[in-house]
């Protein structure tokens, strides 16, 4: 069983639509981060979010955490070309929180021109 | 200001070779983790240490593979006698403290066992 589970796993949509992923659990996190990988190269973050029910924005992308911080949602909107990637939500694990990442199996989203 | 860097980003070994990742981590970056990604699979936190020591191993397979980040110079991750399912995308990643709200992960280094 994963403790993190994104979905949809695979999406492709076009140019200036609109979409919303997921990253879901039945455990409760101190903080939640979402990363961005593209083909080659390694992650890099977009986010970290704290609070439940807190909302981060970063141009286009919307992230939430959940009331419970149990969930997480990413939304994007009018999508380009360019936000084609795997979307990693991933939670901090060891003591203290401080020692390690367990990810999610991310969604490849693919945007069409 | 250059960010992780890991080398080789390509490597390939046969069956029974011997693997050495390095990672030089960020200027300024005591801390240093490193992930594995399998084919089809997400990615998978191995190690965490810091200056000549280890924190955190609970990744690591018991057998073939070990971390060191000594005092002077990268981290590096060694794999003893490769086996084709060590095939896979490495990564390291640094911070400059403890916690993982200000990591930065490099580019990878993909192991390849023919």
């Known amino acids: 069983t994963q403790l993190l589970e994104q979905s949809p796993q695979f999406l492709s949509i076009q140019e200036g639509e609109n979409l919303t992923v997921y990253c879901n659990s039945s455990?409760?996190?101190?903080?939640l981060q979402w990363y961005r990988q593209e083909p080659g190269e390694g992650p890099v973050l977009l986010v970290t979010v704290v609070t439940g029910g807190e909302v981060k924005k970063l141009k286009r992308l919307t992230f939430q955490f959940g009331d419970a911080r149990k969930d997480s949602s990413l939304h994007i909107t009018a999508a380009q070309p360019g936000d084609t990637g795997l979307y990693l939500c991933?939670?901090?694990?060891?003591?203290?929180?401080?020692?390690?990442?367990?990810f999610g199996e991310g969604t490849q989203l693919t945007v069409n021109p | 200001n250059a960010g992780v860097m890991q080398n080789p980003r390509h490597l390939v070994r046969r069956r029974g070779q011997e693997a050495r990742l390095r990672c030089s981590p960020m200027?300024?970056?005591?801390?240093v983790y490193w992930y594995r990604q399998l084919p089809e699979e997400g990615l998978k936190f191995m190690v965490y240490?810091?200056?000549?020591?280890?924190?955190?191993e609970s990744g690591m397979p018991k057998e073939r593979f070990s971390a060191e980040f000594p005092k002077e110079g990268p981290s590096i991750l060694r794999i003893q006698q490769v086996v084709r399912g060590d095939s896979a995308a490495y990564f390291c990643?640094?911070?400059?403290?403890?916690?993982?709200?200000?990591?930065?992960f490099g580019e990878g280094s993909w192991l390849t066992v023919v």
């Open positions: 990643a640094s911070s400059p403290q403890r916690g993982l709200n200000t990591i930065y």
């Open positions: 240490l810091q200056k000549e020591n280890i924190i955190d």
């Open positions: 991933a939670v901090p694990e060891g003591e203290t929180s401080g020692s390690r990442l367990t």
């Open positions: 200027k300024g970056h005591s801390h």
């Open positions: 455990s409760v996190f101190s903080s």
